[in-house]
């Protein structure tokens, strides 16, 4: 599982954008987000690269820890 820190989610909406966006990008995607510290968790940890690149389409900075 890949994380990534993206602090400019701020609300359960962005929360419902990048999963979106996620799951787009990377079909069959587990994602699993925590607002409160403002981590993404993807898996599996090859989709790594797409799972940024779709965060970062959705208007997100994300960065990978």
């Avoid at 999963?19 to 981590?39: M, R, S």
């Amino acid at each position: 599982m890949v994380t990534f820190v993206v602090s400019d989610m701020t609300c359960g909406h962005c929360v419902k954008t990048i999963t979106q966006a996620v799951q787009k990008a990377v079909p069959g995607a587990e994602v699993q987000i925590d607002l409160a510290t403002h981590q993404v968790q993807v898996s599996p940890d090859s989709a790594a690269a797409q799972a940024e690149a779709a965060i970062h389409d959705a208007g997100y900075q994300p960065k990978k820890i």
